[in-house]
């Protein structure tokens, strides 16, 4: 690895290996960003890469694989960048070479549209991950590799605000925010793209040269469809991000700490459940149907009821126990009464009360101490319910996913498809998870063509969360999620189509399987399925900001038919 100038210090921002090769120290763009002089700290503005890793460096196997243990690709080289000047140049040298590029922030693709066996370069963005103030765009500037949780402590210990994201501690914000990330405030805040003013992204022209664009949501912006398209248009498909800019819509003035949402000061936490062995099928049903027609009775933009949000967890009857997790803002007006009348109609045409939840659900851990309400600090609650989970440290894990946003209640035949998946007995895994998750409130308080993210009507949304260790078990696990699914909405062609019970899928819960004649029969197409009708419009910004179709996977967004 090359080595800094005689007598210059700096903090490495990254750490290099045996044969990891060091292509050169190009300035820091933070500086610039925050209004400081360049040099005047190289221990803390000299980045280290960017770095190339490949099959002979001892780190590669760790930079090749996913979250997921099921997608581990072979590439060339792995690019490992610190600093967002480092990304451009990668991108031209691939272009030129004619390397498939794929890009990784956190790792947490669901599907392997980074890690598959045409990947032949990895931009690896995870060590790209300054938090600061831009002073250039008044906004706060978050690089895509860093982390859910990162952000929060940084942003709220620094500044005391917040960006509604998502819940795990370790998903990259890079895909995350493109796809329209959604979080324990949507219901209060909205989506984080209802927060982002602006997009640093590296794209490719007609002739392959790397240029660097910043898009804004300023109706002057000649480059706003860009910024649009990052707001839900999915990962992998226009370009690199290399920075987002978040600024409040509304918000005034140059003071950080005015510039995007409070969270709560402290919220009311809650975590019970029902044993699996006392519940009839129509105990199920009507458990399931109260989570849904509350959601659907309170989805307006201002209800009162937009400060509580709430997670109810089908797992498997193997697992003993469904989970039900929600959180309130203790501030709210009436926030006990809010969350009592809550578990209350959770309760109700349940013949057992709600007892302790003891088991792993899904992404959530054990969570005995609150079976009975608690008042903690935002910062310490999201903290716990972003940490629970040790499958996330777990490089054995294995897993299928599929997503469905809800509109109304459910019919009949959906939540009797439900139950008699979650209670098969030709399958016993404890982990197998279907998890009836919030939206509504804020959320819908836009319109489905303001941002790329068009589920704005939905109620609630659905994640099916099936999880494995062993390589042997692929077949059964996957199988039993498609029929599960397939089966709930078997009126529809096997999809949830945008209709007025379901809205269709989230599109960074990816799912190759809809763009499959053989599990989705509806005729309604996998773009429609995530994007309904802003799909054109993604197309015509493909086509203006990657012509050549050099970002791609195989659900990305497809230049429009000439």
């Known amino acids: 690895m090359a080595q800094n100038p005689s007598g210059i210090r700096r903090r490495l921002l990254l750490a290099g290996a045996g044969g990891a090769v060091a292509l050169g120290l190009p300035g820091t763009a933070r500086a610039a960003e925050s209004g400081t002089e360049a040099g005047t700290d190289l221990e803390a503005v000299v980045p280290a890469g960017p770095v190339v890793v490949t099959p002979a460096d ?3 196997p760790d930079l090749v694989r996913a979250l997921n243990a099921r997608y581990v690709a072979k590439p060339d080289s792995v690019r490992v960048v610190d600093d967002p000047a480092q990304v451009a140049p990668i991108i031209a ?25 045409q990947t032949q370069i990895v931009l690896d963005l995870s060590k790209m991950n300054g938090v600061y103030y831009s002073s250039r765009l008044n906004a706060v500037a978050v690089e895509p590799g860093a982390r859910l949780l990162d952000v929060y402590e940084k942003v709220y210990s620094t500044w005391g605000v917040t960006i509604p994201g998502g819940i795990c501690y370790s998903v990259g914000i890079g895909g995350h925010v493109s796809g329209g990330g959604w979080g324990m405030l949507v219901r209060r805040d909205g989506l984080v793209v209802d927060h ?4 640093e992204v590296v794209t490719v022209a007609a002739d392959g040269t790397a240029k660097t664009v910043v ?3 300023e109706a002057t912006d000649p480059n706003r469809d860009l910024w649009w398209a990052h707001t839900g248009g999915g990962g992998g498909n226009f370009g690199v991000v290399t920075r987002y800019y978040f600024r409040s819509p509304g918000a005034t003035g140059t003071d950080p700490r005015k510039l995007l949402p409070k969270p709560p000061v402290e919220v009311l936490f809650s975590a019970v459940s029902w044993s699996w062995s006392d519940l009839t099928k129509e105990e199920f049903v009507r458990l399931v149907r109260n989570y849904a027609s509350w959601h659907v009775t309170n989805i307006k933009p201002d209800s009162p ?3 509580l949000t709430s ?20 501030a709210a007006p009436d926030a006990q009464a809010m969350l009592d009348a809550y578990l209350t109609h959770m309760n109700s045409g349940i013949n057992v009360e709600a007892g302790a939840l003891t088991e792993q659900m899904g992404d959530l851990g054990a969570m005995p101490q609150f079976a009975a309400p608690r008042r903690m600090p935002w910062l310490q609650a999201t903290r716990f319910a972003g940490t629970t989970n040790p499958l996330l440290n777990d490089p054995t894990l294995r897993a299928e996913y599929k997503s469905a946003y809800m509109r109304a209640d459910f019919p ?3 939540a009797e498809a439900l139950y008699k998946h979650l209670t098969r007995t030709d399958i016993d895994n404890p982990k197998i998870n279907i998890q009836l998750t919030p939206y509504g409130g804020r959320a819908n308080a836009v319109s489905e063509a303001d941002t790329a993210m068009p589920h704005r009507g939905a109620a609630f949304k659905m994640l099916w969360s099936v999880l494995w260790n062993d390589a042997a078990d692929d077949d059964k696990y996957i199988a039993w999620t498609r029929e599960s699914y397939e089966e709930t909405y078997a009126d529809t062609g096997g999809v949830p189509v945008p209709n007025a019970v379901t809205d269709g899928c989230y599109v960074n819960y990816p799912d190759a399987d809809l763009s499959d004649p053989l599990h989705n029969t509806s005729q309604v197409s996998w773009a429609t399925l995530y994007y309904k009708g802003n799909y054109a419009r993604l197309q015509q910004v493909k ?8 970002f791609r996977h195989r659900q990305s967004v497809q230049p429009p038919a000439s």
Do not use: M, W
Request: proline share 4%; glycine share 8%; aromatic share 12%.
């Open 305 to 307: 009821t937009r400060f």
């Open 412 to 414: 009949q035949p959906q």
């Open 215 to 217: 898009a804004t949501r």
């Open 196 to 199: 982002l003013y602006a997009v």
């Open 311 to 330: 997670f109810l967890l089908l797992n498997h009857r193997s697992n003993g126990q469904i989970g039900l997790v929600t959180q309130v803002d203790a």
């Open 543 to 550: 086509a203006r900001y990657d012509p050549r179709n050099f």
């Open 58 to 60: 001892q780190q590669y």
């Open 93 to 117: 040298e691939a272009v030129k070479t004619g390397k498939r590029l794929t890009i990784r922030s956190g790792g947490h693709c669901l599907e392997d549209f980074v890690y598959n066996p």
